[in-house]
């Protein structure tokens, strides 16, 4: 918990869950345990620690609905590594501020997904920009590997390939051991599915076997990641039997706990494999899965399942213009949202995301990429931090601030910085 926002700022990093958790039914209210979290509004950071089915999520939810302050919920495994360090051995509690300015890192990668499943990539990439560099000093890695494939995800939604693949790379070496995986380390599935997206279903395939998943198999929580991809899998190869199979004992979970932002996917891929048995459901399905997601905005979910997804939105598209009512569930202004993400990116190899910046007064105006380069060569930091934190090789880095050079006339990069301000690039 954060020191007090407005209304408006109120849960803003609880709903990095996908949807901000409701007291369930008959929730029992905890005075004790909410006194001391009254106690500890006057710190800068309060943090929550309790074993998975204390009853957390439930406590803040009920903080969240009747308070103004935001909350970030963490892993209890991952505790010991972002307190005190990755071994007994470096056991060195964070103490010093700038150590918890650090650690804010972790909700700036959820924010940042967040903003990633609403659609607007530039604030996802604007968190990220804020939040990697600020996880690379965190001893726990997790953060860092989740915001890492999230700039896969964007990359690939810009229509970059390679460098999707490449940010998936590196979370992979940046995040916790493979072994890990599931809710621990989400990255092993992340991967599959991205390798699923380019059309590589014998990879995924793979991965799934290597997991052990089974579409027989009863999914359990800490899974769900793995099996929702397995479904993918399965939809891939042509089988939506045992696809819905899968699918209805993950909703029957999900729908059980009540967690909204897992329902929705399911609800998704549950429409494309119905779609893909010829059933006249499919739409009525997606219809119901886009009416729970219109409330949060988000797209990606959608959108990030690619053409078949696309044809099947179009279906409900056209049910909703002939008034039918399983269709006039989904929100209009949802439902185009949602086409609008599904239009496959279109860029020209070489061509920056943004135009150049022109200032009267440069050889050349400055690409999108060198003014982020610029910008971290104002902190001071190494070629090598710059290409760890903007996910490019350190030869690309020194090429950038080569042209840095030339565009401001600077001969090293103290004279590159100290042109820039002058020019009023950087402040």
């Not at 213009?321 to 949602?338: I, K, T």
């Not at 971290?376 to 090429?399: E, H, S």
Request: glycine content about 10%; hydrophobic content about 45%.
């Amino acid at each position: 918990m954060t020191e007090p926002g407005t209304a408006g700022e109120r849960g803003v990093l609880l709903a990095a869950k996908l949807h901000v958790p409701r007291p369930p039914p008959g929730f029992v209210p905890r005075p004790r345990l909410a006194g001391r979290l009254d106690e500890g509004l006057a710190c800068r950071l309060i943090l929550v620690c309790a074993p998975a089915g204390s009853g957390k999520t439930a406590l803040l939810a009920a903080r969240a609905a009747g308070g103004r302050w935001p909350v970030l919920l963490a892993p209890w495994a991952a505790r010991p590594r972002l307190l005190y360090g990755s071994s007994p051995g470096s056991a060195r509690p964070v103490s010093n501020e700038a150590s918890w300015a650090a650690s804010s890192g972790i909700g700036h990668v959820g924010i940042a997904e967040v903003c990633y499943q609403r659609g607007d990539l530039a604030a996802a990439r604007r968190e990220l920009d804020s939040g990697l560099p600020l996880c690379r000093q965190l001893n726990e890695t997790r953060a860092l590997a989740t915001g890492l494939a999230t700039l896969a995800w964007i990359r690939q939604a810009e229509g970059d390939p390679g460098g999707a693949r490449a940010a998936m790379a590196q979370a992979g070496r940046a995040g916790p051991s493979p072994a890990a995986a599931g809710l621990l380390n989400p990255v092993p599935a992340l991967r599959a599915r991205l390798a699923l997206a380019h059309g590589d279903t014998a990879a995924a395939a793979r991965w799934a076997q290597q997991r052990g998943l089974s579409p027989d198999g009863e999914p359990a929580y800490p899974r769900e990641l793995d099996h929702l991809v397995l479904a993918r899998v399965l939809l891939a190869q042509h089988q939506p039997q045992p696809a819905l199979r899968l699918l209805g004992r993950l909703r029957a979970a999900a729908e059980s706990q009540g967690r909204t932002g897992s329902i929705i996917e399911i609800g998704a891929l549950r429409a494309l494999a119905l779609a893909a048995t010829g059933g006249q459901a499919a739409a009525e399905e997606l219809a119901g899965a886009l009416a729970l997601a219109a409330p949060q905005g988000y797209v990606r979910v959608f959108a990030d399942e690619g053409p078949p997804m696309a044809a099947l939105l179009g279906q409900v598209a056209a049910a909703h213009r002939d008034g039918q009512p399983a269709a006039r569930q989904a929100p209009l202004g949802h439902l185009a949202a949602v086409l609008r993400a599904c239009a496959p990116a279109r860029r020209a190899p070489g061509t920056a995301r943004s135009g150049p910046t022109s200032i009267p007064g440069l050889a050349d105006p400055l690409t999108a990429r060198e003014t982020q380069v610029l910008h971290l060569l104002a902190t001071g930091a190494p070629n090598q931090q710059i290409a760890d934190d903007l996910v490019v090789t350190l030869d690309t880095v020194k090429k950038h601030i080569t042209h840095l050079h030339g565009k401001l006339g600077a001969a090293n990069r103290t004279e590159a910085v100290a042109r820039a301000r002058q020019l009023g690039l950087i402040p």
